[in-house]
């Protein structure tokens, strides 16, 4: 069943996703909540990520197909995606996760009892078919700017933000590496808690050659956050990614 009316916004960057897209495609089709649009803006590809998705355009009229003009990276076409979205909620959903069918259902349900203008769920490690390896991310009720430091839980494939709660210019992301993890950073620290679902709505896929299976280049990225971002001291620094290290090694063993 097809409903024009749109609640939620489901934005997707693409690029070169053929591999995934069209079971990502499916896992917004397949939520029990129908009043959404899925905003996937390819960023340039060169494979037939478009004509896959102008396939399932030409039969869901909740699907559109947003092509930028030059390659930016996810965070411009997130950002191009924020911009065109005609959602009260929005909610980013990388090309090759997969949600259960209650995602969206759930995460609304959850924000509205707890008037809540930001929300994140937990997740669960899967394989490259998309199948749960049984390794499931908790995350906690509340967390704060100061706590989210420490503790890089929120999984951009989980969040669902309100957009009478929490202006749009502030979920724009910067044109910087980890450029997710600074926009939550920045969203907690202007407006306070964000709310933790402690279901694992998500499964992330954990693909080889992806820049997060890089430790070395995941630590330099959370420094650069911490020492050119937030102007955090070195001391300062050293301090949270203690126990940011910590908490990604317990979350993937």
Known sequence: MENNRCIVSVIVPVYNAAEFIEETIRTVQAQSLVEWELLLVDDCSNDN???????????????????QEK????????????LKA????????????LWESDKLSSELAFMEEREAGFAFTGYEF?????????????????????Q??????????????????IDREDIYM??????DTATWWHILKKYGAGYGLDRALVKYRRSEGTLSSNKLVAIRRIWNLYRSQEGLSIIKSLYCMCFWAIRAVLRRI
Do not use: W
């Open 71 to 82: 390659n930016g990276g996810a965070a411009a076409a997130r950002n191009t995606g924020v």
């Open 148 to 165: 989210a430091l420490k503790n890089t839980t929120i999984f951009t494939s989980t969040v669902m933000i309100d957009t009478d709660k």
């Open 126 to 146: 899967a394989d490259e078919q998309g199948i749960g390896l049984g390794k499931t991310v908790h995350v906690p009720q509340t967390i704060s700017y100061r």
């Open 49 to 67: 990520s478009c004509d896959i998705i102008e396939r399932y355009m030409a039969l869901d009229s909740r699907i559109q197909l947003i092509r």
């Open 174 to 179: 910067p044109q910087i590496e980890s450029e």
């Open 86 to 97: 005609r959602g009260r909620y929005i909610c980013f959903l990388d090309a090759d996760d």
